[in-house]
């Protein structure tokens, strides 16, 4: 906004010198037909028969007056235009400052890191927190498209090794280069109602007004369904994006700071 300010105020200044020197340029031509007209009216003047027989010192003074009056309208225009040129020299130079100014200004600009408000695409996620209840989870990767939940030391598993059949358990998380899909999640974006609506699988107008975006959302590699919590704990669910329960925040910083 500062630049924009700045720009406009340079602009009304190269106007305002432009129509200067178009009314220089008309005072000028006023000032040579004001000269050339009373040179006309002296060389036209009719001289009496008695003017040679006029003493010479009149003669002299005559001349004398002539010579005044054009050298006196030649040094107010070389006056006029020396205030001038003093003139728009300063006006110049003011220019040569704003103009330099502008572009510290945007060189500072330029140098000023922004506020990261939104998650590089490139990171990896190493920390998640719910929008449901503020929760902090941390989160271990070999894949930046798949990322294993942690909790008490351990990962979130869904798969038929848990105890009783339960559907999810926490297990000793996997490690090395052979690990099954059991404990992975892959995570998508949500910017809008139309995003919702696209993993649901429902219309738009179903998904609640009330959701604030962007969000993240984790589902199971095996079975789809997304990462929840509640007040029972940690588990999957299928998505339903209308709760705060499966709705996440994400940071690359390891449990520190979390970023919409």
């Known amino acids: 906004m500062l630049l924009d300010y700045i720009y406009l105020i340079i602009i009304l200044a190269l106007v305002v010198v432009i129509i200067f020197l178009i009314y220089l340029s008309y005072e000028y031509r006023i000032f040579n037909q004001s000269a050339s007209n009373i040179t006309e009216s002296f060389t036209s003047l009719q001289i009496p028969a008695t003017f040679n027989n006029a003493p010479a010192n009149y003669q002299k003074n005559l001349a004398d007056f002539v010579n005044k009056y054009n050298n006196t309208g030649v040094n107010a225009y070389n006056q006029q235009i ?5 003139f728009f020299g300063s006006l110049l130079n003011q220019y040569q400052k704003n103009y330099n100014n502008s ?9 000023i890191a922004p506020v990261r408000k939104t998650f590089p695409i490139n990171e990896v996620i190493k920390t998640i927190k719910s929008n449901y209840n503020s929760q902090y989870l941390s989160t271990i990767t070999n894949d930046i498209n798949k990322y294993g939940i942690l909790a008490n030391d351990k990962c979130l598993s869904v798969s038929g090794t848990c105890p009783n059949d339960r559907p999810f358990c926490l ?3 996997q490690k090395g280069l052979y690990t099954t899909d059991s404990q992975k999640f892959h995570t998508n974006r949500i910017y809008s109602a139309a995003d919702a ?16 975006y962007p969000f993240n959302i984790f589902r199971s590699s095996v079975n789809d369904k ?6 029972d704990g940690l588990g999957v669910a299928p998505c339903d994006l209308n709760t705060l329960n499966q709705q996440w925040n994400i940071s690359p910083d390891e449990n520190i700071c979390v970023l919409t």
Do not use: Y
């Open 171 to 173: 297990q000793e998380c």
């Open 197 to 212: 609506a696209i993993i649901m699988g429902v219309s738009p107008d179903r998904i609640n007004t009330k959701n604030v």
């Open 103 to 111: 572009n510290t200004i945007v060189q500072l600009k330029n140098k």
């Open 82 to 86: 020396i205030r001038d040129n003093v």
């Open 226 to 231: 997304c990462l929840t919590i509640d007040n």
